[in-house]
């Protein structure tokens, strides 16, 4: 089939790169020329596991090309939007500009029984107002949220755990549902949960799914503190909890809490459109969630400097970790680098690594500094704090061969992601975070 997919982001160059290795024909449309110039080039403007490959092989195959015209979009059947929605200036909504720029420029290209599928996280009511602008084309809207995790992108985008499209009543809104099952047939075939709803739905699943991650992160932070308070460990309470079948381990991962491009401004746009709705009271505790998560970068900060003695000034701390979770470049509202930024802050000789984010990293901080190996940023440190839970800390790094290079063997574990026993056992000072 042949599609649209506006907006290459870390959402849409993986769903214009996905879909065109399922057999569609796939034209890729973005404002950024140098990014336009990078993904035509098979080069991946972000880091992303099997992301270029699946671009080379799109490119290769003719099914794949990249435009900066929205003219290119002409005569497709499916006009995937997938623009950022990031938060306002000043406020927590969302920032609905690049939705709506979008909107307005393809409509001159849009044909009769065309279908413009947004996948872009919205507050709940866009779609409906978008309909009414796109009404006079003849195209349909709908909405057909998606739930893809960096570093995981690829894999989701092609084997998702599900796929909602929200559509319009009526026949046009019946026949878009149609079109979509067609463009995802082979993960259908695959036994993927295909769930068509009304657009108010598919546009709630989404900031729904991440306010519930959200939450259950910070329930696990929350406990944390609690756990700190009276002596018990929250990475053992984790497994115990875990264990419940109606729990579930996943996403009771403590530490200092979730960043990103989605999860922080996607709970912030949940509950500004809920006061809109005159629901705020109903979300009220996803502020406690933001909370929650904000005071455990005070706390990593906090242990640091308790476990130096009272002061950090002039102290070397190796940061391991930037980017706001592995496999990822992505920086944006990164806790550890939020971490590294207020040590330093504070005067301490601050040494970052990172296996994929440093480049970006020092381009928004280059007041701290670098290291592009983790032996490097470990040499002469009087405390380490692990804050990303790449493979490198978490898996490779060994307590024995890391006592050989720093000053002081104090570690902070960010991300309760080490052997505390192991590590102890090789002489360090361990601290983590709500565990004993
Ligand atoms: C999140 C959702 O997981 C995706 O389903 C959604 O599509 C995406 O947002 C989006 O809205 O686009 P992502 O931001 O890529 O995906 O990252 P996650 O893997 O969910 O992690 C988010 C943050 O939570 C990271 O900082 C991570 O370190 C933290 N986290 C995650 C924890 O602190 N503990 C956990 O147990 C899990």
Redo the contacts with the bound molecule.
Sequence with gaps: MRMSVIGCGY?GAVHAAAMASIGHDVIGIDVDDRKVAALSDGTAPFFEPQLVELLRQGLESGRLRFSNSMADARGARVHFVAVGTPQVTGGHAADLRFVDAAIRELLPHLGDGDVVAGKS?VPVGTAARLSEIIAPSGATLVWNP??????WAVHDTLTPDRIVVGVPAGPDGAAAADVLAEVYAPAIAGGTPYLVTDLATAELV?GA??AF?AT??SF?NAMAEIAEASGADVALLADALGYDSRIGR??????????????PK?IRAFAARAEELGRGEAVGFLREVDKINLRRRDRAVQLVIDALGGMVFGRRIAVLGAA??PF?DDIRDS?ALEVAVRLRGLGADVVVTDPAAIDNARRMHPQLGYAQGRDEALQDADAVVVVTEWDEYRREMSPVHAAGLVRRQIIIDGRNCLDSAAWRAAGWDYRGMGRR
């Excluded at 998606?146 to 570093?151: K, N, Q, T, V």
């Excluded at 996943?250 to 999860?263: A, D, E, Q, T, W």
């Design positions: 959402l996280t998606e739930f893809l995790r960096e570093g989404k799914a991440n991650l259950k992160i696990i996943r996403y009771l991962g403590s530490g200092i809490g979730f960043g990103g491009g989605c999860l996607d706001f979770k990822s806790p």
